[in-house]
């Protein structure tokens, strides 16, 4: 009899660490690339962060009476359908959304800072362009691989 009650100890409590590890991968919802451009704030960037998961990604700071960034804007919009399955691309304006602009020391705008499982790897201000910011794209695609 003692036997089987430990036995059935034994059984919740792997049934219990299961279903807790079940539950935190679900939590933990990691999201792919669709081609598209995320448009981020202070509240919802760390989310963000955390379900891109091992991908690439790239934010650009950016504020609407900045002419680089308006220049920019297809450029990023045309990488972003480019990379799909591959880079997530976003956007933070640094007007709306100051706190994350600071917290990764964004003075000047254009920036655009590059993620690897939710830490900056690269950055790069100034508007360089279709083909300067794809070679910079690919360059940190090749340097991140893990």
Not at 63 to 81: E, F, H, N, T, Y
């Amino acid at each position: 009899m003692a036997e089987d009650e430990e036995l059935e100890k034994l059984k919740m409590e792997i049934l219990k660490r299961e279903v807790k590890r079940l539950t935190e991968k679900t939590q933990r919802k990691e999201i792919k690339p669709e081609g598209s451009v995320h448009h981020l704030t202070d509240s919802s960037f760390d989310k963000f962060m955390a379900e891109t998961g091992s991908y690439l990604t790239l934010v650009d700071f950016w504020a609407s009476w900045c002419m680089p960034c308006r220049i920019m804007a297809p450029v990023v919009d045309q990488l972003a359908k480019e990379y799909k399955g591959k880079v997530f691309v976003a956007k933070l304006n640094v007007e709306e959304n100051p706190l994350t602009a600071k917290r990764y020391n964004v003075y000047s705008i254009p920036t655009f800072i590059f993620f690897k499982k939710g830490k900056p790897v690269d950055v790069i201000t100034g508007a360089i362009g279709y083909a300067g910011l794809k070679r910079e794209i690919d360059k940190n695609l090749r340097r991140t691989k893990f």
